[in-house]
């Protein structure tokens, strides 16, 4: 019996979510990354007008999101989650952990390329990392499929007890809006899952069970058959959930497709929407009376070798395009487990492997045919790659600007000393009309948007840093629009890693330039290292920073806290002020922005004891630049130094580029972002608002930014009394600690 449906014009994200919201979860584990983000952002907005009570929660990284999904599903409820790429590797050594303990969940996957290189393209180098972690891999080649896909995907979860991934093509399928048909009831949806009935759960104190116990020799032997066994099941499960959709939807689907395949001589074997392109080509060929078709498959993992084998028993050639490579292989991983189908199946067929559409790169019917030329032709080779352009080795690369040397650095703007009798620093110069003499590292030119702060407060900071220097950037909004290649906006050494290890890489390049130096490689001389870092980039790379800070690593750590994810479309981070609208802070009817306080990081990197903590404005510019000189002076005499800056985002704080150091001024006045350092455990106050009879109401700045200025609405009034109780409390401790000797 058919259910009644309704017609949506969606993407592939928004469907992954509209089903999430139908089935109605009980818990999301998520972290931001690109393409999949879309899923959780979708999730918060609907949740903000009552549509689900799902409860999301925001990690600091994919892999305690991963965490999160693996507790939850112990505690006997539904599951859901979304990644992408790097994402998804930095869970993965979770994954295994959710499929041998065997516990259901569903995980969206919108395929992107793996770094490095960074790029945020689609391909399929992050879904073939997951192929042996013992989790059903659907591949959803539609944002329809996507929808489908999703609803079949827990209810053979829960027949098998494996984990499921949704696997779909970023941005072509995840953000690729198409008219799609959905089940117009929630209660549709409910009843084609049925009730989920755990065998055990860590959540029954009278049936206590001990899960991820300790295994060895035979019993992991054991564990590890039956998940295969499962594997197993899972062929036939798959089959009879796919074929109950299709009756209630008249939507079938099988482990395979295929085009035109029966009579073809040559086969194209294509992954996810590369196959609705491949079959207009087909149509092409066939108007040419050339005997070719087209094979993909729905389902990754368990890999249906003997369909697929079967789809290509005529065929005299078998071309398959993979959208990623096992490096050094021959072939990329459907390339290589068709080959193994094949020969099982005894056929003869001459297999060509071409890799196509890395980095996102389009896929046209043109490279299609380009892909059955090759099984046309007798003499094309065995392996190879799609539209390679090798470059033109006679250019000369020229630079577009001098280096910034030591000496051009080096210019004694700032001096900074110790004080015997106090023990502190003490900076001379630092005049901000002085400091403009300082040459720009971070040159002109870059992509940052109008106003933003990134730029601003780095410059600020090199202005208080003389002589030679070597930056790090963590990913983010900074990294993304300086260094689009082949131009970089760097005068000096730069150096990029992903946003969770950035301090444990610049620290390694630090030890690095200790020991070539000790060993007479290097001359002598200093270099000062410098992290740059996003407030997200604290969040998810927390761990590696106060691991930097432990070992006492000789850098700067500076955070431009702009307070959000704001490279992947403006996420909350856990430094997002209270009540702040966001893309998984909606405001709405039943949600006011983001439920919980900021994070006070400049503390948190006090207690690691290191030499020196700051916080730095672009509001008071002499006060940040003699900051930026005795960062430099601690980092090179002791070790890891912290600054913090309040960095504007006029974008997504939608304010006016112009107003933005009177915007960063009024979160200092009003506390929220109080001028202070630490140095040597002891703290005190750089700016004292109330002193200066200049303090006012956070609402006061709250109130000069669209992502926050809803909270001047009366009924707002006690989140509003809530934030400034915070404030108040946070800045009573900071003057206490500052009127203490000790603190």
Not at 118 to 137: P, R
Not at 715 to 722: A, L, P, R
Request: contains cysteine; proline residues 4%; negative net charge.
């Amino acid at each position: 019996m058919r259910v009644e449906q309704s017609v949506l014009f969606e993407s592939g994200n928004e469907l992954a979510a509209y089903a999430a919201k139908q089935i109605n979860y009980h818990v999301m584990g998520y972290y931001p990354i690109t393409p999949s983000t879309q899923i959780a952002e979708h999730l918060d907005l609907l949740k903000s007008e009552g549509a689900h009570d799902i409860s999301l929660l925001a990690a600091e990284g994919e892999h305690s999101a991963a965490g999160i999904c693996y507790g939850a599903s112990t505690g006997g409820g539904r599951v859901f989650n979304a990644t992408s790429a790097n994402g998804l590797l930095y869970a993965l050594e979770q994954l295994p952990v959710q499929s041998g303990t065997r516990f259901p969940m569903v995980l969206n996957v919108a395929c992107r390329t793996v770094s490095g290189p960074l790029d945020i393209k689609g391909d399929h180098s992050d879904i073939m990392y997951a192929l042996n972690t013992g989790w059903i891999i659907l591949f959803a080649n539609s944002p329809q499929a996507v929808y489908d896909f999703n609803l079949c995907a827990l209810k053979i979860a829960e027949a098998v007890k494996l984990p499921v991934i949704v696997a779909f093509d970023g941005f072509f399928t995840s953000h690729q809006k198409r008219r799609c048909e959905v089940f117009q009831k929630d209660s549709d949806v409910q009843r084609f899952l049925g009730e989920y009935h755990p065998d055990y759960t860590a959540l029954d104190p009278e049936h206590p069970v001990s899960i991820g116990s300790y295994m060895n020799e035979p019993d992991l032997m054991n564990n590890k058959f039956q998940l295969h066994k499962a594997m197993e099941e899972a062929i036939d499960v798959i089959g009879q959930v796919f074929g109950e959709f299709g009756e209630l939807t008249g939507r079938e689907y099988g482990d395979t497709d295929a085009y035109k395949a029966e009579d073809a001589d040559v086969l194209l074997v294509l992954l996810g929407s590369s196959f609705h392109t491949a079959k207009e080509a087909v149509d092409d060929y066939r108007k040419e009376e050339k005997s070719c078709g087209v094979v993909t498959t729905h389902v990754l993992r368990p890999f249906p070798a003997e369909e697929l084998a079967a789809l290509c028993r005529n065929a005299k050639t078998v071309v398959v395009g993979d959208r990623q490579d096992s490096y050094g292989a021959g072939g990329g991983n459907l390339t290589l487990e068709l080959k193994a189908a094949l020969q099982s199946a005894g056929s003869t067929a001459r297999v060509i492997s071409r890799i196509y559409g890395l980095g996102g790169r389009d896929f046209y019917m043109e490279d299609a045919k380009e892909l059955l030329d090759a099984g046309f032709s007798q003499d094309a080779p065995a392996f190879g790659y799609l539209n390679i352009y090798p470059g033109d080795e006679s250019l000369q690369v020229k630079p577009y600007f001098h280096p910034v040397t030591e000496k051009d650095a080096s210019l004694g703007l700032t001096k900074c000393e110790r004080n015997e009798e106090t023990g502190k620093m003490v900076v001379k110069g630092g005049l901000v009309s002085e400091s403009t003499r300082m040459p720009k590292r971070l040159a002109p030119g870059h992509g940052a948007c109008p106003g933003c702060g990134i730029p601003v407060n780095v410059n600020l900071l090199l202005r208080g840093i003389e002589g030679n220097v070597v930056l790090l950037f963590q990913t983010g909004c900074g990294m993304v629009v300086t260094t689009a290649y082949p131009k970089t906006s760097f005068k000096i050494p730069y150096v990029h890693n992903l946003f969770q290890n950035g301090a444990a890489t610049l620290s390694g390049l630090v030890e690095m330039f200790h020991q070539r130096q000790k060993r007479g490689e290097m001359p002598k001389g200093k270099i000062t290292f410098i992290m740059i870092s996003g407030d997200g980039g604290m969040d998810i790379g927390m761990g590696s920073a106060i691991g930097t800070a432990l070992r006492g690593s000789n850098l700067i750590l500076m955070e431009y806290d702009n307070g959000g994810y704001m490279n992947t479309g403006y996420q909350l981070s856990y430094s997002t002020p209270k009540g702040a609208k966001s893309s998984t802070s909606h405001v709405g009817k039943y949600q006011y922005g983001k439920q919980f306080f900021h994070k006070d990081t400049p503390q948190i990197m006090a207690a690691t004891n290191i030499p020196y903590v700051a916080t730095v404005a672009e509001s008071n510019p002499a006060d940040f630049i003699k900051k930026a000189a005795k960062a430099q002076k601690y980092a090179d005499e002791y070790g890891m130094v912290y600054l913090k800056a309040l960095s504007a985002c006029p974008l997504n704080w939608s304010d006016r580029p112009n107003l933005e150091r009177k915007v960063i001024g009024a979160a200092v006045d009003c506390c929220y972002f109080p001028l202070y350092e630490i140095e040597n455990g002891v703290t005190a106050l750089s700016y004292d608002p109330e002193a200066k009879g200049k303090k006012i109401p956070v609402i006061g700045w709250l109130s000069m930014m669209g992502r926050t200025k809803h909270l001047k609405k009366d009924v707002y009034t006690q989140v509003v009394e809530s934030i400034q109780e915070e404030v108040d409390r946070r800045w009573a401790r900071l003057k206490a600690r500052a009127d203490s000797e000790l603190l």
